[in-house]
């Protein structure tokens, strides 16, 4: 490896990284789960959960395919076919499109948002979990 390269990236590959992103057009299949602040611009078939309390981020070109569990803040700008949790508090845009139920403390829909959703007003961690099932 070039000695310029080298001096850059390994400090790159010991720290870690503040945040995730599933960056658009990239497309996983499987549950998965995060402990870092978080940006899915792309597809997931699976369930997603947020194991921390940072901020969890469906963008405008995002789309899930199954459940988002989150202990932050879940902002919804996408597309969701499953059911969201928050034991927080839940921001859905007006690009969201969710076809699922919703259940946090605290909600607030932007004008332009579609639902075809319940809206459960309260969180209990029993119901809920924040890890994923064992395999």
């Known amino acids: 490896m070039n000695e ?5 990236v390994k400090p790159m590959l010991t720290e870690s990284l503040s945040f995730t992103v599933i ?4 497309r996983t299949q499987g549950s998965v789960s995060f402990c870092s602040q ?10 997603v959960y947020q194991q921390s309390h940072e901020t969890l ?4 070109s995002g789309w899930v395919r199954g459940d988002i569990s989150s202990q932050g803040l879940l902002i919804i700008g ?8 928050s034991s927080s508090k839940i921001i859905i845009l007006e690009t969201a499109v969710i076809s699922g139920n919703l259940t946090c403390p605290k909600i607030e829909i932007r004008p332009g948002a579609l639902l075809e959703s319940d809206i459960l007003m309260h969180w209990s961690p029993s119901q ?8």
């Open 4 to 8: 310029k390269l080298s001096t850059w």
């Open 38 to 47: 978080c940006y899915i611009l792309g597809l997931i078939e699976g369930n």
């Open 23 to 26: 960056a658009e057009g990239t």
């Open 128 to 135: 809920h979990s924040h890890r994923p099932e064992a395999a």
């Open 78 to 85: 996408g597309r969701v076919e499953g059911n969201l949790f």
């Open 57 to 60: 981020t469906l963008g405008k």
